[in-house]
């Protein structure tokens, strides 16, 4: 069976297919430059007759439904926060506040370790912790490659290049400092919210997606951590095949 996936991120309008339980392709479309033309032109989607949309971007999910509905001919179905009540007890939250981003993610680590702990670097870096049912919660907080494009904007003396994240070493000149404090800052998160986990839940395991942070050296030999792209897609996957299988 063929199922198409979709995870709409403030960045980026990921469409992941799936098939024999596997994901097998994975087509991007930046969220601010979709249209109807982009959609029917990348995807061939017309013989996916299984759709399932997780969003977070509420204003383009109306309009996306309808585009993948006219091409296909089929119903779609949205995911809510609520359809996460089937995997997570999550009777201490306000269920509509809870992004699906953050349960998807939440939903691939239980369904990996059982118990661990989730860090996206996204359009927003967020961590969550699972206990087995239990979700104990998430933090939030500003984008590190976006706050990096920011001070570009607003200081004079940083040029208009590729500051993409680079390793640990201080830098020697504004740019290779500039990488060097970015990821100073994602490893200052990662480490304590790993630190955080592993007192109060005794928790050991960690997975990192999102961006281009995965792939920085220091985030490869962290312990027990694993990298995974697309998780958010993938949390949405095990979703599907709980509840709508």
Known sequence: MH??????????IKFGLFSNDKLTNVICI??????????KKILNIEKCKK???????KELTTRLVQDLHLITQTYITVIKPIDFKSVFNLTKFPIKEIGVDILGLALIVKHLYNKGVGISFGT?????????????GAAIAPSINLGIRQLQITTSLIKKVNTKI????????????????GSHMAQGFIMSIFNYA???YHINQTLITGGKMIHLKFVKNLPNTDILDNAVLLGYYQLVKTIWA
Do not use: E, M, P, W
Request: aromatic share 8%.
């Open 124 to 136: 927003a870096t967020f961590a969550i912790i699972v206990n087995k049912q239990n979700l104990i």
């Open 3 to 12: 199922r198409l996936i979709v995870d709409v991120g403030n960045t980026n």
């Open 166 to 181: 680079g390793n640990l070493n201080f830098g020697k000149n504004t740019l290779t400092a500039l990488r060097s404090g």
């Open 51 to 57: 759709i399932y949309v997780g969003s977070v971007v």
């Open 198 to 200: 592993h007192k109060h």
């Open 30 to 39: 930046h969220t601010h430059t979709y249209s109807y033309t982009k959609l």
